[in-house]
């Protein structure tokens, strides 16, 4: 693998060029039918470039999400992408390991949160995720607020500092979800 540089940015300081892939590959990442959910904004970009190349992406956010009846602080992850022509090269573990240490050393929160289709759960297992017990609610606009999460989505988390995820069945992301 060639080395990789990666780099984070405010959502507002991406750089043009970068931002006009996004919708490009998320054509190619997820062609098919759009999810009606509405996410949550992001905070920042995380671009990972191969010989000076974009090769993969993700975005993180920070949320206080209840599970149990307890807060955490999150570094949320959404949005993980490497288009086809770059796919199985070790690009997007790369992302999440960068991106995990930048929860835990540039955010200093103690977990970091994703959610995933089903079949993919395993990869994120293989990175050294935790899926989630129970089920999830999250807003959404219009009125369906605190219904609960439909698409059989599975969120994962990574503890990254000596705190113990708390007991329960129910997570609630106290807003859009990522
Ligand atoms: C998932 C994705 C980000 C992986 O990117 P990548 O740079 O190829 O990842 P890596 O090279 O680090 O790891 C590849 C691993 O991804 C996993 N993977 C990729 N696509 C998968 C799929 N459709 N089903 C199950 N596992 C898959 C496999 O474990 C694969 O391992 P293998 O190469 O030994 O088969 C990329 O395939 C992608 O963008 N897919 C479409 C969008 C998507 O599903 N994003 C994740 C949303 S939760």
Redesign the pocket.
């Known amino acids: 693998m060639s080395p990789l540089e990666i780099s984070h940015w405010l959502n507002a300081d991406v750089p043009p060029e970068l931002l006009a892939l996004v919708p490009v590959w998320r054509g190619l ?2 062609p098919g039918p759009q999810s009606a959910v509405v996410w949550a904004a992001t905070d920042w970009h995380q671009w990972v470039f191969a010989a000076g190349e974009p ?2 992406t993700l975005r993180l956010l920070t949320r206080t999400v209840t599970f149990g009846g307890q807060p955490v602080t999150v570094g949320g992850i959404a ?6 022509a ?11 390991r960068a991106a995990t240490d930048f929860v835990r050393d540039r955010l200093g929160l103690p977990f970091a949160m ?4 089903p ?2 759960a ?3 297992v ?1 990175l050294g995720w935790t899926p989630l017990p129970g089920d999830a609610i999250f807003a959404q606009p219009g009125g369906l607020t605190g219904q609960r999460f439909t698409w059989n989505d599975v969120i994962l988390i990574l503890p990254l500092a000596d705190q113990p995820w708390p007991e329960g069945d129910l997570l609630d992301f106290n807003g859009l979800p990522w």
């Open positions: 990442c997820f090769v993969s949005g993980v992408m490497t288009p086809p770059y796919q199985g090269r070790g690009y997007a573990s790369a992302s999440l994703l959610g995933c289709y079949h993919m395993p990869f994120y293989r």
